[in-house]
């Protein structure tokens, strides 16, 4: 069967078979843009109340580029990766001052937070302008579709399936093209059990002909999980809390955290309150309600509130929590 032919079968499946989702409703570069940033490391269910709640409050780029970073933060909360919030409110000023939005992958990418997948899914899904897009998903396909163990985390490899990605979408039908692949690897071509005998691509598949589907995309090795000891004090006064600014740590990179010392460690330690992971870094945390703190960095004090708003991690909300539970015992 020729490409052409397969592509069209792939495409009637979309048109047949796709979910009824809130950006697939609108051509607003703004609109995809928001839904593309938020659908990166989150699902698509767990999005869709916050895509519709962020457009209530930002429903433009000029709101959105007027706004404190702050209330992004606080819509959203839960989404995690906040640097992607900030970005967010960096890229829109940027984009207010251009008076259009940019339509191609070469201008988008110079935008804060618009890597090479933001950029061409924007690019693509709202001005249908040729470029693959290159998510887990169409990785998943893709790798099955030709049965090769690409391995995609690698500079080499990864430019070759942006090539094989960037040959199935031309320029009639690219949004159409890069959405139906994505939607494929979300419904059919499932990481763990592909559902191979309804996918559009099942005749012309090397990994089904091959039944290597289990056996493709390679994975990714992992990082090697880092252990972090942290011994935060505690301190308050008429309601506040005293935090710095992180300058030194790996995670929560320029965020307000609690005074302490902390540092890498080898092994679990034998004692402490809870532990925390973010990304690859496992935090073991022992709390102490002091007033008497010796930090080198100027402490600034702040309500949970106000400290929730600017580093909304789950970490300080625990912290605080426990913090209530050992001063109430003390
Ligand atoms: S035939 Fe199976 S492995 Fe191949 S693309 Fe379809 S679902 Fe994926």
Redesign the pocket.
């Known amino acids: 069967m020729s490409m052409q032919k397969i592509q069209q079968k792939l495409l009637h499946w979309f048109e047949k078979h796709k979910r009824d989702l809130p950006w697939r409703h609108t051509k607003n570069p703004y609109h995809i843009w928001i839904s593309e940033v938020m659908l990166q490391q989150t699902t698509t269910t767990a999005v869709i109340p916050y895509y519709l709640q962020f457009l209530k409050k930002f429903p433009n780029i000029q709101k959105l580029s007027q706004a404190q970073t702050k209330e992004v933060f606080s819509l959203w909360a839960g989404l995690g990766y906040y640097k992607r919030a900030e970005n967010l409110i960096q890229a829109a000023k940027q984009i207010h001052k251009l008076k259009k939005f940019p339509k191609s992958y070469k201008e988008l990418i110079h935008l804060p937070g618009f890597g090479p997948y933001t950029s061409r899914s924007v690019s693509s899904l709202a001005f249908n302008k040729p470029v693959g897009v290159l998510d887990g998903n169409v990785i ?2 893709l790798s ?2 030709y049965g090769t163990a690409f391995k995609w985390w690698m500079t080499s490899d990864k430019t070759k399936l942006q090539t094989l990605a960037d040959q199935w979408v031309q320029k009639t039908n690219s949004s159409l093209m890069n959405q139906a692949l994505m939607e ?2 979300s419904l ?3 990481s763990k059990k ?3 005998l ?11 002909q091959q039944n290597t ?1 289990h056996l ?1 995309p390679l994975k990714k090795p992992k990082k090697a999980k880092e252990f972090w000891h942290w011994k935060v004090k505690v301190s308050s006064k008429n309601s506040k809390f005293a935090f710095i600014k992180n300058h030194k740590l790996p995670f929560l990179k320029n965020k307000i955290i609690f005074p302490g010392t902390i540092k890498h460690i080898r092994y679990k330690p034998k004692t402490y309150d809870f532990s925390h992971s973010i990304m690859h870094y496992q935090i073991f945390i022992n709390i102490q309600c002091t007033n008497k703190i010796n930090s080198k960095a100027s402490l600034q004090w702040f309500t949970k509130t106000q400290a929730q708003a600017l580093n909304p991690s789950s970490l300080i909300l625990k912290v605080l929590n426990r913090y209530v539970q050992k001063s109430h015992f003390l």
Do not use: T, W
């Open positions: 998943r396909v099955r579709f494929l690897g059919v071509c499932l592909p559902i191979c309804i996918c559009p691509l099942e005749k012309n598949c090397k990994a089904f589907q493709l």
